[in-house]
């Protein structure tokens, strides 16, 4: 039986500002997606949520009920490296750590309270002192012998003081009457399914025999029962799986219908996720721009590159004919992106034979990497606007 947890950072966003500027540590804060007076809420304290500050609320009618806190822009690339902070101390204790996200990870502890001679309970008190003390952020950790029933172990943590344990023998008693569609993997349609059939909670799926969830919900139903009663189906998986494709957007300072700030805002997205396919040792064979007006119309362009790149030049040559293409003047924009798909991964894989091209490492966009790693992200800017609003001569 394995013995696996979930750790969870509490208010991740909020957790980040607040480990930056203890001046938010006991305030009402919100972290928002744009900055100014724009964006919704994504992020909230304990003591924004108890205000009656919603999730996914708009600025500017949040400001109107609660004036008084703490709004604050994201800074996406800085909660990255406080995550990776986070990922590095799980290792510590487990080599085997599946991240799931920028705030969640699953652990594999199956054998370690041998090795540090301490109970599972123990063991995952400590991770989350030793990340709360080295690392200064909250988590909270569900403990369990399924990934499922980990994930909604850590869930009731946050109501329980940080920490919570699904026993297999006390699953019933302990998630039974939870209501199906809190379970992760069971979607809005089948909820709606299992509800017509007169399954409202835990304890009704689990009382169903095996061949009517098979025949209802698939193998992938099946899996999921054996899941809840506590079986690990699914394993914890430490390989990291290179990303299918690469996505980076996010809104302009204020809503604008200049061409030179959108070009601005586009390669500096450009510029992210490159960065990010290179790290990835990856190569893109699509790219797509992403324009999003201010009543929240949003138009696509994709197109096929000649050949497969990972370079930010080449990319962003083409990224800006697709831009001019879909610009319309008069028009206000709130937001921009670029994504990156049809991504191709050469080490490790067989040799497309029908490909007659080699792929060529970027070795102007590795220099820049490499540069940003020393010196602190955009160091350098190359060829095109500056982003806080100094134009840089074209080269």
Known sequence: MRVICLVDCDSFYVSCERRDNPQYIGKPVCVLTGAGTRGIIVSRSKEAKEAGILMGKPLFMAQKTNPSAIYLPARIERYLEISKE????????????????????????????????????????????????????????????????????????????????????????????LEIEAVCGVGKQTACRLKQNGIFTVADFLAQPDSWVRQSLGKNGLL?????????????????????????????????????????????????????????????????????????????????????TQSEQE???????????????????????????????????????????????????????DLEQKFGKNIVQIGWFGRQGKVLKQK
């Open 224 to 308: 999921l029962k054996h899941e809840l009663a506590g079986e690990s189906v699914s394993a914890v998986c430490s390989e990291e799986t290179p990303p299918k494709s690469i996505y980076h957007t996010g809104v302009i300072g204020d809503f604008s219908s200049n061409i030179n700030l959108l070009r601005n805002e586009l390669h500096y997205h450009i510029h992210q996720a490159c960065r990010k396919l290179r790290e990835k040792g990856g190569f893109c064979g699509v790219i797509g721009v992403m324009l999003r007006q201010k009543n929240f119309q949003t138009d696509m362009e994709k197109k096929k590159l000649s050949s497969f």
């Open 86 to 177: 986070v990922m590095r101390c799980l290792k510590t204790f487990s080599p085997t750590v599946e991240v799931v996200s920028v705030d969640e990870a699953y652990m594999d502890l199956t054998g370690l309270n041998e090795i540090y001679h301490q109970t599972y309970v123990e063991l995952i008190r400590a991770i989350r002192r030793q990340i709360a003390e080295k690392i200064g952020i909250p988590v909270s950790i569900g403990l369990a012998t399924s990934k499922t029933l980990a994930k909604l172990a850590s869930d009731k943590a946050k109501q329980t003081g940080g920490i919570f344990c699904i026993s297999p023998k006390r699953v019933q008693e302990t998630i039974g009457c």
């Open 315 to 369: 990319i962003g040559k083409v990224a800006e004919e697709m831009l001019e293409k879909l610009f319309r003047e008069h028009i206000l924009y709130r937001s921009i992106g670029i994504e990156l798909e049809n991504l191709k991964y050469p080490d490790g894989q067989e040799a497309d034979l029908f490909c007659t091209t080699t792929l060529l490492p970027d070795k102007l966009g590795h220099a820049v990497d």
